[in-house]
């Protein structure tokens, strides 16, 4: 159920963001930066310094197989892909970010599959991959538990997961859709349990501030980008970022280096 609600509000704002240069203005100066490379956007709070840091705790080797978990409209793993020559493998629940993704990875000619799956459910075959990214996605998925065991079943001996996300607070989220369905507040225990080693787990610097000046900045421009995004993409995204800004879910925003044993 919360798989679905969480599909069909992505798949309105991915199919509804390319018409929007208000958003992009938006997210640009206040989610990731200016620097942060054109072509590659996303629709998270990835930095160009956290790209660039992900990349290089990867620790992947040219023509390696790349799984970017959650990739919605494959920015961020279509530039790691690109800096380090390998393939790419992107999964998401949303059809309208894969889409995206797809013909983004035709223009660029790099080399990427992307898959519509749960993070649940990978459908990759046991130590398939090499490494695994996932960008500001696991704070959605209803068993975190089962999403962090799926990777380490698909990805070899040695392999990086490396991952930005929200730690939750699960006295403000015990009620809300989504969020509240498996409330994680600390991942390292789910990785350690998993078969990983945890090399390094930092709380991602401003989060907060940017967060919820993004938010706010979106939510006064509610006029012009009701008009540019429609009124069901720019419902979905209101409604998260004013659940957000009122009810203060997260706890933390962290990046996480884990090692599969
Ligand atoms: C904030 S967006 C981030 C997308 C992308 N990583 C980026 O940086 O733009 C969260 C993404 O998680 C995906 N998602 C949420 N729950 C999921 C699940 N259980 N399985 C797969 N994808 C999921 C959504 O469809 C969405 O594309």
Redesign the pocket.
């Given at each position: 159920m919360s798989?679905n609600l969480?599909?069909s509000?992505?798949?309105a704002v991915?199919a509804a963001l390319p018409g929007s240069p208000t958003f992009h203005r938006i997210w640009s100066t206040l989610a990731c930066g200016a620097d942060y490379p054109a072509g590659f956007?996303?629709?998270?709070f990835?930095t160009l310094g956290e790209l660039r840091e992900l990349t290089e705790r990867l620790e992947l080797c040219g023509g390696g197989l790349l799984v970017?978990?959650?990739?919605?409209?494959?920015?961020?793993?279509l530039w790691v892909a690109s800096m380090t020559k390998s393939r790419l493998i992107g999964?998401?629940?949303?059809g309208a970010?894969l889409l995206q993704a797809r013909r983004r990875a035709t223009v660029m000619h790099t080399p990427a599959t992307f898959v519509r799956?749960?993070?649940?459910a990978v459908a990759l075959q046991r130590g398939q991959a090499d490494a695994a990214m996932?960008?500001?996605?696991i704070q959605?998925?209803?068993d975190k538990q089962a999403?962090v065991a799926e990777v380490a079943r698909v990805l070899r001996s040695g392999a990086r997961l490396v991952f930005t996300a929200f730690e939750l607070e699960p006295d403000h989220v015990s009620d809300l859709p989504?969020l509240g369905d498996d409330p994680v507040s600390d991942y390292r225990p789910l990785l350690e349990g998993s078969g990983f080693v945890v090399e390094s787990y930092e709380e991602t610097p401003r989060w907060q501030e940017r967060v919820v000046a993004t938010y706010e900045a979106v939510l006064a421009a509610a006029d012009i980008l009701g008009q540019e995004l429609g009124a069901e993409a720019f419902a979905a995204l209101a409604f998260e970022m004013m659940l957000t800004l009122e009810r203060d879910p997260y706890r933390r925003r962290v990046l996480a280096v884990a090692r599969r044993v």
């Amino acid at each position: 159920m919360s798989e679905n609600l969480v599909a069909s509000g992505y798949d309105a704002v991915y199919a509804a963001l390319p018409g929007s240069p208000t958003f992009h203005r938006i997210w640009s100066t206040l989610a990731c930066g200016a620097d942060y490379p054109a072509g590659f956007g996303h629709i998270s709070f990835l930095t160009l310094g956290e790209l660039r840091e992900l990349t290089e705790r990867l620790e992947l080797c040219g023509g390696g197989l790349l799984v970017d978990l959650a990739c919605g409209a494959g920015g961020p793993g279509l530039w790691v892909a690109s800096m380090t020559k390998s393939r790419l493998i992107g999964i998401d629940l949303s059809g309208a970010g894969l889409l995206q993704a797809r013909r983004r990875a035709t223009v660029m000619h790099t080399p990427a599959t992307f898959v519509r799956a749960t993070l649940s459910a990978v459908a990759l075959q046991r130590g398939q991959a090499d490494a695994a990214m996932s960008v500001d996605a696991i704070q959605y998925v209803p068993d975190k538990q089962a999403a962090v065991a799926e990777v380490a079943r698909v990805l070899r001996s040695g392999a990086r997961l490396v991952f930005t996300a929200f730690e939750l607070e699960p006295d403000h989220v015990s009620d809300l859709p989504v969020l509240g369905d498996d409330p994680v507040s600390d991942y390292r225990p789910l990785l350690e349990g998993s078969g990983f080693v945890v090399e390094s787990y930092e709380e991602t610097p401003r989060w907060q501030e940017r967060v919820v000046a993004t938010y706010e900045a979106v939510l006064a421009a509610a006029d012009i980008l009701g008009q540019e995004l429609g009124a069901e993409a720019f419902a979905a995204l209101a409604f998260e970022m004013m659940l957000t800004l009122e009810r203060d879910p997260y706890r933390r925003r962290v990046l996480a280096v884990a090692r599969r044993v």
